[in-house]
């Protein structure tokens, strides 16, 4: 089945996968070779999610799913708001 692993930095990344039935959310990051973009990661504290919920690392995955890394935050929206 295939699914993709996007991560909206910069520069952006997208790759498309071709993983077995039994495939997870954190075994796809690892394929991705998004791990080795970004030594500095570590794969259990990454925010993930699917399609835009966010979801553990050991969720299993279902074909054309759209696996997501999420930035952290650098500043809490609210106090963004509150600044401006």
């Keep these: 089945m295939e699914v993709s ?4 930095g910069f520069p952006p990344y997208e790759v498309y996968l071709d993983v077995s ?3 997870t959310v954190a075994w796809a990051i690892r394929q991705s070779d ?7 990661w570590v794969l259990s504290a990454l925010s993930v999610g699917i399609w835009g919920v966010k979801v553990a690392l050991d969720t ?8 997501e890394v999420y930035q952290p935050l650098v500043i809490d929206p ?7």
């Design 34 to 40: 998004l791990l080795k973009q970004h030594p500095q």
């Design 60 to 67: 299993p995955l279902t074909p054309g799913d759209r696996v």
């Design 78 to 84: 609210k106090e963004a708001r509150r600044r401006r």
């Design 5 to 8: 692993v996007i991560y909206a």
């Design 21 to 23: 039935e039994q495939a």
